[in-house]
C-alpha cells in the first residue's frame, strides 16, 4: 500500500478531469495511489478515465451527483478504509505542480502538529496571479481568498489560515480520523471550510505553503449564479450558526437578519427576480432544516431584465460624474467602468475630476498599471452639454437622506437610483426590513438553538 491516496472529484468536466489526472502522473513524488470520484458524470468523463488511464488510477463511480461534499466525503470514506498515513483532495479543474505532491508530504512529515495543508493556488487563465494561500473569516461572516489577485511576488512561504480549500488540500489521516469526514449534506461550497475548522478544533493546525503550487481554472463570477448563491446561502448559516463561539452569536444574527433581507431587497430592485428568489429559498431551508441537494424549484432558471443602471447607460450618450478623491469613490468608479466595458459602452463615459493628476495615477494603481484609454476624462468644470446626467457616487443609496430625490446616484454595489420610482422604492427599505424582522426573528433564533445544541450532542457522543 503506497503512503498517500489521492483523490480528484469530478462531474461533467471530461477535459479537465483528464488533464488534471495528467499532472498528478507526472508527480515527482509516486508513492501514491490515484483515484476519481466521478458523480455519476454524463458526458462520459468516466468512461474516458478508464480507457486512457485503466493501468494508472482507479475511478470510484457514485450512482447519482451527490456534489462535491458528498464527492469527497466518498473519497475520505474510502482512504480511511485503507492504510494511506495522507490522503490529498482535489478539484477536477487543476492542473498540480510536479513537486507539490512531494512538497506537502515532507512539510506533514515534519510538521505533526498540522492536520491539513494546501499550496498556492494560482489562476490558470494568469498565471501571475493568486486565487488564494488558504482562506481567512471576515468580520461580515465571509470568505476571502488570502491574497486573492495579488501577483505571486513577495509573499510568506507558509500561512496558518482559518481554512484550506479542497481545491487541493493534503490531510493527515491520522487527524481525520478524530475530525471526521467531509459534511455531505451540504452538497457544495462551506464543507472545506467546515473541514478545516473541524481539525482545528481537535488541536491540528490549517497551513498553507507557498512552496506547492497547483493553477485552478478560475472564473470570478461579477453577479454569481443562482446556483452558488443559494448553497452559499444556505451552508454559511449553517456553519457560522454551529462554530460560532456564544458571545459572538448576537452579532451574527444580527448581521444575518440584515444581510439576507438585504440582498433580497436589492435584487428585486435590480429586477433580479431569479436570484432574490433564490437566496429567499435558501433562507426558508435553513430555518426548515433542509439540507443535501436544493430540491426542485429552489434555484431559479436565469431571468434578466434592464434595471436602472442598465437603463441610464442606453438612454445617455455619457455621464458627469463628480468624484473628489475619496478611495471608496474610486473603487465605485472603476467597478462601473468594468460594468461598461463588459457592455462594450467605453465610448459613453464623460469623467469631470478635481485633480486630474492624481485621479490618473490611483487609477493606475488600481488597475495594475492599465488605464482605460477609450473613455474620455473631462477636466473640471467643462460643460458636457446640457442633456447629460450628474452622477453622485455613495457609500449605499439605502443610507440616503429623505429629501434627495432628483438626483442620480450609483453605490459600490452599482444600484443606482434614476428616477423617482427608485428614490420611493429604496426609502421604503427600513420598512420592508422590520417586517422582514418580525417575520423571521424568531425561527432564526430558534434554528441556532437547535444546531447548536446538536453540536455539543455530537461532541459528547
Known amino acids: ?11 461533467n468536466k471530461r477535459e479537465y478531469v483528464v488533464r488534471c489526472v495528467e499532472s498528478l502522473l507526472k508527480q515527482s513524488y509516486q508513492d501514491r ?6 458523480n455519476a458524470s454524463t458526458d462520459g ?23 462535491g461534499s458528498g464527492g469527497f466525503d466518498a473519497a475520505i470514506q474510502d482512504a480511511l478504509k485503507k492504510d494511506y498515513q495522507y490522503l490529498v483532495l482535489c478539484d477536477n479543474d487543476v492542473w498540480v505542480g510536479e513537486d507539490t505532491i512531494q512538497v506537502m508530504q515532507e512539510y506533514m512529515e515534519a510538521h505533526p502538529d498540522v492536520g491539513i495543508l494546501g499550496p498556492k493556488v494560482l489562476q ?3 498565471p501571475e496571479l493568486i486565487q488564494d494561500f488558504g482562506g481567512s473569516i471576515n468580520e ?11 501577483r505571486d511576488a513577495d509573499l510568506p512561504d507558509e500561512l496558518e489560515c482559518d481554512y484550506i480549500s479542497t481545491c487541493t488540500a493534503m490531510a493527515r489521516i491520522q487527524a481525520v480520523r478524530q475530525f471526521g469526514s467531509m459534511p455531505k449534506e451540504n452538497f457544495i461550497y462551506w464543507d472545506d471550510v467546515e473541514w478545516s475548522k473541524r481539525c482545528q478544533n481537535s488541536g491540528y493546525k490549517t497551513v498553507a505553503i507557498g512552496r506547492a503550487r497547483v493553477w485552478h481554472n478560475f472564473a470570478e463570477a461579477e453577479d454569481p449564479s443562482a446556483f452558488v448563491r443559494y448553497y452559499m446561502t444556505r451552508n454559511q448559516l449553517k456553519f457560522f450558526s454551529k462554530f460560532l463561539p456564544s458571545h459572538e452569536i448576537p452579532a451574527f444574527y444580527e448581521c444575518m437578519l440584515d444581510e439576507i433581507h438585504a440582498k433580497c431587497f436589492m435584487l428585486l430592485f435590480k429586477k433580479r427576480y431569479d436570484l432574490s428568489e433564490t ?4 433562507w426558508e431551508d435553513f430555518l426548515n ?21 442598465s437603463e441610464l447607460l442606453t438612454e445617455h450618450s455619457a455621464l458627469l460624474i463628480e468624484i473628489n478623491g475619496k478611495q471608496e469613490e474610486l473603487l465605485t468608479l472603476l467597478r462601473l467602468i468594468n460594468r461598461i466595458k463588459r457592455e462594450g459602452r467605453e465610448n459613453q463615459l464623460s469623467i469631470q475630476v478635481k485633480d486630474m493628476e492624481r485621479f490618473r495615477q490611483n487609477v493606475a494603481d488600481y488597475t495594475n498599471g492599465a488605464l ?22 455613495c457609500e449605499d443609496i439605502k443610507r440616503l437622506q429623505p429629501g434627495e430625490a432628483g438626483k442620480v446616484f450609483i453605490d459600490r454595489f452599482l444600484n443606482c437610483i434614476a428616477s423617482k420610482e427608485d428614490y420611493q422604492y429604496i426609502q421604503a427599505y427600513e420598512a420592508s426590513y422590520q417586517k422582514f424582522r418580525r417575520k423571521y426573528e424568531r425561527a432564526f433564533e430558534k434554528r441556532i438553538q437547535e444546531l447548536r445544541e446538536k453540536q455539543v450532542k455530537c461532541k459528547t457522543d
Open 289 to 309: 432544516g433542509i439540507e443535501g441537494k436544493a430540491g426542485e424549484g429552489k434555484i431559479l432558471p436565469e431571468s434578466v431584465e434592464p434595471d436602472s443602471l
Open 140 to 150: 461580515r461572516y465571509r470568505l476571502v481568498g488570502n491574497y486573492s489577485g495579488r
Open 45 to 67: 468523463s468516466a468512461e474516458a478515465l478508464k480507457e486512457r488511464f485503466s493501468k494508472q488510477i482507479s475511478v470510484i463511480q457514485n450512482e447519482e451527483n451527490v456534489g
Open 372 to 393: 482605460y484609454d477609450k473613455l474620455e476624462f473631462v477636466p473640471w468644470g467643462e460643460s458636457c452639454g446640457e442633456d447629460i446626467p450628474a452622477v453622485c457616487l
Open 1 to 11: 500500500m503506497s503512503t498517500t491516496g489521492i483523490y480528484v472529484c469530478n462531474y
Open 124 to 126: 490558470m487563465e494568469k
Open 279 to 282: 437566496i429567499h429559498n435558501a
Open 33 to 38: 495511489d490515484i483515484y476519481v470520484v466521478d
